[in-house]
């Protein structure tokens, strides 16, 4: 098999400012392998936040240059197999592997002419709506943003900032749209026993990460207490986790750039469901490359928060659509994704 | 703990025939379930096929008297942990364990003030549409049966005997609605293969059990070559059962009453997540008890069958209704049924 890395630097429409900082300028690199003249299709979006760089992308893409020989089926189980080659050298690449992964399903789809939700037991008009994210930010550029989300139906506020609930008031009453928070670790177990009860009292429908992976005790407590949906994204990245964690929260949010692709998101989505943790697929700033790979699993789910490629100012690709806030599934075979 | 056990003998509205044979009167037994004063509604709809019969409940029933004591928790593990002594007593009575197993989530969820569906991380609002299953008749009745099919927007309809592409055509001909067939293993597998493929020219969406669940050699056949999507039921009892068979089928069929109750679905579920196979939950003719008990499993599967008390003349209880066709879950807490 041969792969082709295209670096890819890209901004977005607004700089993009969450508890941690701000960024408005994103690189992610698309993988293209090919097998038997057919090219499947992966990007790795690295973030600095899981230890990443778009430089330890590229090293680890010299590392694994003699390690892609074989069919798509034995490269996903030397990438996914506890043991296997590619899985052991990426350890610590799992948006590496996320581009492997999901080129590899790519591949697998096109190679059976089907696309991937199928190949997944995924129902494509089971596709939940998806939020779109508004980033901290001033009082009129949050209402500015409020009217540009129009076509969503849920929005996703980023809080964990001071003044956080004014900025929620104002989009609950500029919008009187579904409310979903992202506090992203900003809140300390004190503040998130109030402010969860407050955002539950304003109708808010969940909040991810109020406080910091590290404090687990302080997760436990608020998962007992809290009125709202408690959804860990920060605490959850590998399987085992949501087994290890179902006690610090009611739900899980997987995003492939953590757990490295398509494979290990079902085998956390099954455990979701084992041990009754409902069920949110996020994504990085990414195009809809991997957007797209995370939307063919969007059927199995109770929550999207798919928006990364909506929030770029310029994808290079194409692949699902938002219509009327409803993911819908491109029908051609693998992801489905081309490029505009 | 106390339990008091009632047993019920209904009719159903129309005879009710599936390639195996007719019925009209359906005798199952309403679990109620007594814990500090609080009471936990399970339901026990014994089934011939899989080794059942309303005396082998009552034996069961004597059997257990002794080994109730503890919480819903302590009994919920006795029942479903390997080892437990009710899991082991119960064996071979699943719909016995299916009526413990559904009056402890009744239990856990009215002491805890909240909707099962809560309790298992589902997503009230994603329930999927049912199905309404049209019997095997004369076609004068089944003109009738899916006139009177109005208020839902899917027909199972049971197929596997002499003339049955016949009675398909007349259904969709005459509803214009998306059609399920079951087989109820009724063909083999030179049958299933031209069959499969005339449905899916006809545009039905799926069909259950075309062949005996013995013969897995035929099943997997089946797979590789139907156009049309082939679930499993007869051929899916227990947990493990998904991933033995996952190369038998598209996806698997889930009855509270051949897996033995809420908890054991919740693992099925989720090892058919796992293993890339498609859920649908299914019933037999129950009241809303054990309807509503599937029901609250419904947010995490992609298909739902659940229309076991809609074909009672009389059925004593309410819980989930269906409105335009959705599932539409009680909010009460626990299973949320009531006796009308």
């Known amino acids: 098999m041969k792969l082709e890395v295209e670096p890819l630097r890209l901004v977005s429409s607004h700089p993009f400012q969450i508890a941690r900082g701000t960024r408005a300028e994103f690189e992610m690199f698309i993988f293209h392998l090919t097998f038997e003249g057919t090219i499947g299709l992966g990007e790795a979006a690295p973030q600095s936040y899981y230890?990443?760089?778009?430089?330890?992308?590229?090293?680890?893409?010299?590392e694994i240059g003699g390690m892609l020989d074989g069919d798509p089926d034995q490269l996903l189980a030397s990438l996914n197999e506890a043991g296997g080659e590619l899985r052991e050298t990426l350890a610590d690449h799992t948006s590496v592997?996320?581009?492997?992964?999901?080129?590899?399903?790519?591949?697998?789809?096109?190679?059976e002419g089907k696309p991937c939700y199928e190949l997944l037991g995924a129902e494509p008009?089971?596709?939940?709506?998806?939020?779109?994210?508004?980033?901290?930010?001033?009082?009129?550029?949050?209402?500015?943003?409020?009217?540009?989300?129009?076509?969503?139906?849920?929005?996703?506020?980023?809080?964990?900032?001071?003044?956080?609930?004014?900025?929620?008031?104002?989009v609950i009453a500029r919008s009187g749209?579904?409310?979903?928070?992202?506090?992203?670790?900003?809140?300390?177990l004190e503040m998130a026993i109030g402010k969860t009860r407050d955002l539950f009292e304003r109708g808010v429908e969940l909040c991810e990460q109020p406080i910091s992976h590290e404090d687990e005790e302080g997760l436990r407590e608020l998962k007992r207490v809290s009125p709202l949906e408690i959804i860990l994204d920060e605490s959850i990245i590998n399987p085992g986790d949501a087994e290890e964690k179902s006690d610090q929260g009611?739900?899980?949010?997987?995003?492939?750039?953590?757990?490295?692709?398509?494979?290990?998101?079902?085998?956390?989505?099954?455990?979701?469901?084992?041990?009754?943790?409902?069920?949110?697929?996020?994504?990085m700033v990414e195009t809809s490359i991997a957007v797209t790979a995370a939307a063919q699993l969007s059927p199995l789910v109770d929550y999207a928060d798919l928006d990364g490629n909506l929030l770029l100012a310029d994808d290079p690709f194409e692949g699902v659509k938002v219509i009327d806030g409803k993911l819908v599934l491109p029908?051609?075979?693998?992801?489905?994704?081309?490029r505009k």
């Open 51 to 62: 230890g990443e760089s778009p430089d330890t992308v590229r090293e680890a893409v010299d």
């Open 97 to 111: 592997r996320a581009a492997l992964d999901m080129a590899l399903w790519d591949l697998r789809g096109k190679l």
């Open 125 to 170: 008009s089971n596709t939940p709506l998806t939020s779109f994210t508004i980033g901290i930010d001033k009082r009129e550029v949050i209402d500015r943003k409020v009217d540009a989300a129009a076509p969503y139906k849920i929005l996703k506020v980023k809080v964990g900032v001071p003044g956080d609930m004014e900025i929620i008031d104002r």
């Open 177 to 188: 749209k579904k409310v979903r928070v992202d506090a992203n670790e900003g809140w300390d």
């Open 250 to 283: 009611h739900g899980i949010n997987i995003k492939l750039m953590k757990c490295g692709g398509i494979s290990p998101a079902v085998d956390l989505i099954a455990e979701a469901r084992r041990y009754e943790l409902k069920v949110m697929l996020g994504c």
């Open 331 to 338: 029908s051609g075979p693998g992801l489905g994704v081309t």
